[in-house]
């Protein structure tokens, strides 16, 4: 058991004889596990250790260093943690479609149209405010703004989510979509054919040069997304297709579909105007309706943060993407 040392806000402590060099981070995520035996330090994730150290919150021998600086035994840490804080938010009972839920956890398919926290604009009627009247509690960690959220879907994306009721949960959770162990799949309706049918969509990734809201694949250097994507079947110049996410970054479904020129139909921030190259009118007329991009997160995968058993569940389409394919299956 390494020693604490508390002093304020502040915990110190010397680091043991290593049997080997380790990086920093990789330490304190192995030692927080056992060794740690603190309230503010445990169930801290590698990821959380990575941002804490990246933040200055945490110093190795008086000084701020890289995550992956390594460690020998003997160097004394510093590290001050914050304390999670309270949410000042109202809860709103709204209806919640759960597809499962324990004393750790609770997973929901989102519907069309509801913004997952509050932000610029959307101050209430979120889903962080459903879920507030919902549960008990929910995890600190994601701070007061966004308790107990792992990940999110875009506010005209449907599907499955999973929220953390208590911080380990969330903790263990965001190490799994950190370390790409949670399957992801989608379902879309692309404007197009794909050529080829199926396949894997990998690129460098970021921020688009003059469109400051949006992103684009269109880059030589960046973060790397990857997409699988499969179609299902193509009619009336529209086809349904099965995404599989490697990577998530943000709208990387939506970019890769219109960088390589079928866009998810009803996108208006990346295919605004696709549903023009329709050539069937009755197509092109009932496509007129939809309010939104036609994509859905049909199933998700992971393993139970805290019984560690797997768990892999999907979220049955809303009506208006349902339509949609039924109208061209006809």
Do not use: W
Not at 287 to 298: N, P
Request: charged share 25%; hydrophobic share 35%; proline share 5%.
């Amino acid at each position: 058991m390494v020693e604490l040392k508390i002093e304020g806000d502040v915990l110190g402590f010397e680091i043991p004889a290593l049997e080997a060099q380790m990086r920093f981070d990789h330490y304190l995520s192995k030692s927080a596990e056992g060794l740690l035996e603190h309230d503010r330090l445990k169930g801290l994730s590698r990821t959380q250790f990575q941002r804490l150290i990246r933040e200055g919150r945490i110093l190795l021998e008086g000084e701020t260093v890289k995550p992956a600086a390594p460690v020998y035994g003997g160097e004394e840490v510093e590290i001050s943690v914050p304390e999670p804080v309270p949410t000042d938010l109202v809860p709103e009972a709204m209806p919640l479609d759960v597809l499962f839920e324990d004393e750790h956890l609770i997973v929901i398919n989102k519907r069309p149209g509801l913004v997952v926290h509050p932000g610029a604009g959307h101050s209430t009627g979120t889903l962080v405010h459903g879920l507030l009247a919902h549960c008990e509690n929910l995890s600190g960690i994601g701070g007061q703004r966004r308790p107990g959220i792992v990940h999110r879907l875009d506010k005209d994306t449907s599907g499955i989510m999973v929220v953390a009721k208590d911080d380990q949960s969330h903790s263990t959770l965001a190490e799994q979509f950190a370390e790409r162990q949670v399957e992801k799949h989608y379902v879309a309706v692309v404007v197009g054919i794909p050529d080829p049918v199926s396949g894997t969509i990998a690129t460098f990734y970021g921020r688009h040069p003059t469109h400051r809201t949006k992103y684009t694949s269109r880059v030589s250097s960046g973060r790397r997304a990857v997409t699988n994507y499969a179609t299902r079947f193509s009619a009336k110049g529209l086809s349904v297709v099965d995404i599989e996410l490697q990577t998530g970054r943000t709208h990387q479904i939506r970019v890769h579909c219109a960088d390589k020129r079928h866009p998810v139909l009803g996108d208006m921030l990346y295919g605004e105007r696709a549903i023009t190259k329709l050539v069937d009118a009755e197509t092109r007329s009932f496509c007129e309706g939809v309010t939104r991009q036609a994509l859905h997160a049909h199933r998700l995968a992971f393993k139970h943060p805290i019984k560690g058993k797997r768990i892999a569940l999907e979220a049955p389409l809303f009506d208006d993407i349902s339509n949609i394919i039924n109208h061209l299956k006809d």
